[in-house]
């Protein structure tokens, strides 16, 4: 019983989803003002058009980008400049990753502006005793001017302190937007009445294996992005998800990858990815999301592939 009240909100959720998605596109043809329009958008929702989702803090972000969680040195520098190269303008890093100079390298070397590349970083727990100390740090590390989005990498102790740190950062124009990692139903329920900022961006764990069906519409609801990592299923898990008979047929029919199958899966649910690689076909792979759609039939038979497996511990 239980089961089917969450098929049946789930799949309202993605039917409404959908036809505000279309509505927009629909507007988006009818009109020549996109940027005017965009940003009278209601926060959550995707422009396929422009690729980009209006955040609660008023700035856009790219809705799909690269993640870099395992890459380090000259790796991670190649891996950007490639990903900037092939149009991709949102990277993920975090103070944990240890790569925070080399992405400040990485886009100060490039030719696309400053402004039009959108960085997200992470306070790991170890750092919400001295938040400022961490994001002078953080800011020192990427030598971009600002940082666009800052998060709180897992809930810890002094998680709210070093929240209410990024808010002063916020309006000192050190960061443009903030929000949490990691951050559940009942974390979001204590969290949320002790800061004055509705958070912009939840980033959690999600793939077709671990669906957080009950959580994405409960961000979402209240007007915060969601973006999932571990998008393939990370490490160790990518190849049974690419290998997955139901995802492989979905592929083979919009003749795309796999990868590419997820991925839209995710932008359709309104689920910001951004998957990580070195390999620059990869990389470019991953930007190409925007010329198939999966029916709500597929839509269906990746959700049924939900198994509740969490592949990380956060
Ligand atoms: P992922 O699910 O993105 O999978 C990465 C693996 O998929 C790599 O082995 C890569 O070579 C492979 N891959 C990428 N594109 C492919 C393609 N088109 N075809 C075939 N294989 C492909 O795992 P990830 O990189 O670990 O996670 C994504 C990002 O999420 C990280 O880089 C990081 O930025 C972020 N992250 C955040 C947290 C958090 O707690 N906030 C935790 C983990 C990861």
């Known amino acids: 019983m239980k089961k089917l009240t969450l098929l049946l909100i789930t799949f309202s959720f993605l039917f409404i989803l959908s036809a505000c998605s279309q509505e927009k596109t629909k507007k988006s043809s009818d009109s020549s003002s996109t940027a005017s329009r965009q940003t009278s958008e209601t926060p959550g929702n995707f422009n396929f058009d422009s690729k980009t989702v209006t955040l609660n803090s008023g700035y856009q972000m790219p809705v799909y980008g690269l993640g870099t969680y395992s890459l380090h040195g000259k790796e991670c520098k190649t891996s950007v400049t490639a990903a900037l190269n092939n149009g991709v303008r949102l990277i993920d890093t975090a103070h944990a990753y240890g790569n925070e100079k ?35 740090e953080a800011l020192d590390q990427l030598d971009l001017g600002y940082i666009d989005m800052m998060l709180l990498h897992h809930p810890g102790n002094g998680d709210v302190k070093a929240y209410k740190a990024m808010e002063k950062a916020v309006k000192e124009g050190k960061i443009h937007s903030i929000g949490l990692s990691n951050w559940y139903i009942e974390e979001l329920e204590e969290f949320l009445p002790q800061v004055d900022t509705v958070p912009a961006l939840v980033q959690n764990e999600i793939h077709p294996y671990y669906q957080e069906n009950d959580v994405i519409p409960y961000i979402q609801e209240h007007g915060i992005t969601v973006q999932g990592w571990y998008p393939l299923g990370g490490r160790g898990h990518t190849q049974e998800l690419l290998n997955d008979p139901v995802i492989s047929k979905i592929a083979e029919h919009h003749d795309k990858s796999s990868a590419q199958v997820i991925l839209r899966w995710n932008l359709q649910k309104g689920v910001v990815v951004i998957p990580g690689s070195s390999n620059p076909e990869h990389i470019k792979e991953n930007t190409e999301l925007f010329d198939f759609e999966l029916t709500d039939d597929e839509m269906m038979q990746i959700h049924d592939l939900d198994r509740g497996e969490k592949h990380d511990w956060y």
């Open 102 to 136: 080399e992405i400040g390298e990485a886009v100060r070397s490039s030719d696309v502006p400053r402004k039009e590349i959108f960085i997200i970083t992470k306070l790991y727990p170890d750092q919400f005793s001295d938040p400022e100390a961490a994001i002078e």
